[in-house]
């Protein structure tokens, strides 16, 4: 048990499904993350919420719609998405009181889009 | 722009030590981390150093920074099947939330 929870793990979808990807922390942090996973590439920040304000996006299609409705949960919400969006979406949370911000990572929702 | 620099793979024998080596761009990072990643799971952090430092120990993990060639490197001790992974190097600029990634190196161990 990593302390962050996504699901689900598995997703296939077509271009014109909605769908949505849940994470969940309980270990008290107070930032959360979304990051883009693709083999044999450095992981992307996709969203970045503190106290559940977002305070990154980076230039991230509309096509991807984060929600942080409290401290604990984040979710990325999913519509007419790209095959190229296939990839490993990582949820992560911290504690940021300065120093080393050092993350705690969900296992990851592996997405297919058809 | 930033930009942190790994080898894909590394491919080491059970039992030798195995060297996973990074450089960055970014001279004014202030830690630097190492991550590992399990087939099938999220990464996990392994040891991070803080820029001021030059090496950390840490049972059979050893990390070497070098500031001034940017490098940072990865040492695993007596290498165990169970250290199959894909280690990541990171850096970050203080309490920015962004942190720069390299792409991740395949530590492949034969028997």
């Known amino acids: 048990e990593t302390g962050v929870t996504q699901t689900p793990r598995h997703l296939v979808m077509g271009m014109t499904n909605k769908k949505s990807l849940k994470c969940e922390q309980h270990?008290?942090?107070?930032?959360m993350y979304w990051y883009k996973q693709s083999a044999k590439k450095p992981l992307e920040l996709m969203f970045v919420?503190?106290?559940?304000?977002?305070?990154e996006n980076n230039s991230v299609p509309s096509r991807f719609s984060p929600e942080c409705p409290n401290s604990s949960h984040l979710f990325l919400h999913l519509h007419t998405l790209q095959p190229e969006d296939s990839a490993l979406y990582l949820c992560?949370?911290?504690?940021?009181?300065?120093?080393?911000?050092?993350?705690?990572f969900g296992a990851g929702s592996r997405l297919t889009v058809l | 722009g930033e930009d942190v620099e790994q080898s894909l793979f590394l491919s080491v024998r059970e039992g030798d030590s195995s060297v996973i080596n990074c450089t960055y761009t970014?001279?004014?990072?202030?830690?630097l981390y190492w991550y590992k990643q399990e087939p099938g799971a999220g990464l996990q952090l392994l040891t991070y150093?803080?820029?001021n430092m030059d090496m950390k120990q840490d049972q059979r993990l050893t990390v070497l920074l070098n500031k001034k060639d940017k490098h940072l490197s990865l040492r695993i001790a007596d290498t165990q099947t169970g250290d199959s992974a894909i280690y990541f190097c990171?850096?970050?600029?203080?309490?920015?939330?962004?942190?720069?990634w390299g792409a991740g190196t395949k530590l492949i161990i034969k028997p």
């Open positions: 970014d001279s004014s990072s202030t830690y």
């Open positions: 919420y503190s106290l559940e304000e977002r305070v």
């Open positions: 992560a949370s911290s504690r940021t009181s300065g120093g080393a911000n050092v993350l705690t």
């Open positions: 270990l008290g942090h107070n930032a």
């Open positions: 990171a850096e970050s600029m203080g309490s920015n939330y962004q942190l720069i």
């Open positions: 150093i803080f820029s």
